[in-house]
């Protein structure tokens, strides 16, 4: 993860900050995140069904997977402020989900810094514009403006 000074925050502003590395979404995955959240529509876990029932041609991820998923793609790609104390993932502004994510296939982020402000002292809010890509597919999974909040000793 990229360490910046507080006070070079505005000069990546407008920049992609970076791209993670690609990861397998298989059916394993998606069938314990189906577990989890006890979403168990058979569009994510009956394979022979999902063949047949659908224009997928398989199973899919959940929407809510792929976007879970932004934690991890984040983690060596999106900024830490020097001296930081903690991130806290605060929310977002607009997500949508474009494509599915088949079973089998890999997804990656890319994220560009929207913006930096410094809400109160030692405190900063980074607003991410992300995609998250399908390996192979020119239409993203989903695009989405992310909201962290940084918290600086």
Do not use: C
């Amino acid at each position: 993860m990229p360490v910046v000074r507080k006070e070079d925050l505005a000069s990546h502003v407008g920049q992609e900050i970076g791209v993670s590395d690609w990861i397998g979404i298989d059916q394993s995955r998606i069938g314990q995140f189906a577990d989890v959240t006890e979403d168990h529509q058979f569009i994510h876990i009956d394979p022979e069904r999902a063949v047949r029932e659908t224009p997928f041609g398989g199973t899919i991820a959940h929407g809510f997977l792929t976007l879970s998923m932004l934690s991890r793609l984040a983690g060596g790609t999106s900024l830490a402020i020097d001296g930081i104390v903690m991130g806290i993932n605060y929310g977002f502004d607009k997500v949508r989900f474009l494509q599915p994510v088949k079973a089998g296939q890999r997804i990656r982020g890319r994220f560009v810094l929207d913006e930096a402000t410094e809400r109160n002292p030692g405190q900063w809010m980074l607003k991410y514009g992300v995609t998250v890509e399908i390996e192979g597919e020119d239409k993203p999974a989903l695009m989405a403006q992310w909201l962290t909040l940084q918290i600086v000793g």
